[in-house]
């Protein structure tokens, strides 16, 4: 079945700096992704839509500046976490879909575990 | 406009029981559901789909969820709980309308098996 990476898978780093996390769809191409945030015990809550080959929607109360989320190809997604803060510390999950056949399937990465120290 | 409502944020259920977790949703156009579990500290697994065919659908480990449009509900069953089932489970709507529609999450119900 069709498969979407993340990396990294853990990411431990200080306050100030900025974390760049890779979203990958391995077997199929993905005009649309989508950003994740899931907070301990929450669920999961939606950044952002990212669109290949243009700028990507946030949701309301979603910094753009400071998310910046990048889709330059058919299969990759970024989302990078500028300055970041302790209470940037989550869960950051993406998603691809796969609109293949005219069947819509979404297909989620791993997630990546931030720690802002 | 699409939203999901999971009714229980905590089930707890003994072991060899059945599990019933309970999802309705909203949606302007004729909805995909999903069910996906996360187990702790890890990422997000699809347990079943439903995408307009038929309306009972059986996913992985046993489960299976049943669609009632007329009801608005896509609940999810298993005869008998293991504990291995213990998770979180989240209800996902999504509407094929356009490329652009959103995958809304519900808020997720906490599933706990007793020995």
């Known amino acids: 079945g069709a498969v979407v990476s993340q990396h990294p898978s853990r990411v431990i780093c200080k306050s100030g700096t900025s974390v760049k996390i890779e979203c990958r769809s391995l077997?199929?191409?993905?005009?649309?992704m989508f950003w994740y945030r899931q907070f301990p015990k929450q669920s999961l809550m939606l950044m952002a839509t990212?669109?290949?080959?243009?700028?990507?929607?946030?949701e309301q109360g979603v910094e753009k500046d400071k998310f910046l989320i990048n889709h330059a190809s058919l299969t990759l997604s970024t989302l990078t976490v500028t300055s970041a803060h302790p209470e940037d510390s989550s869960f950051y999950i993406c998603?691809?879909?796969?609109?293949?056949?005219?069947?819509?399937?979404?297909?989620f990465g791993p997630g990546t575990r931030l720690l802002v120290l | 406009a699409q939203s999901v409502t999971q009714l229980d944020s905590h089930v707890s259920v003994s072991e060899g029981t059945p599990v019933l977790l309970r999802c309705n949703y909203s949606?302007?156009?004729?909805?995909?559901l999903f069910w996906y579990v996360q187990h702790p500290n890890k990422g997000l697994q699809l347990l079943l789909k439903?995408?307009?065919?038929?309306?009972l659908v059986k996913g992985i480990n046993g489960f299976e969820a049943e669609f009632k449009k007329s009801e608005t509900s896509f609940h999810l069953t298993k005869p008998s709980a293991h504990m291995s089932d213990a998770a979180e489970y989240f209800c996902?709507?999504?509407?094929?309308?356009?490329?652009?529609?959103?995958?809304?999450f519900g808020p997720g119900t906490s599933l706990s098996v007793i020995p």
């Open positions: 077997d199929f191409q993905a005009t649309t």
């Open positions: 990212s669109n290949e080959g243009s700028k990507a929607t946030y």
């Open positions: 949606s302007s156009y004729s909805p995909s």
């Open positions: 439903y995408t307009s065919a038929a309306t």
């Open positions: 996902v709507v999504s509407s094929m309308k356009t490329s652009y529609d959103k995958v809304i």
């Open positions: 998603s691809a879909r796969n609109l293949a056949g005219g069947r819509e399937t979404q297909y």
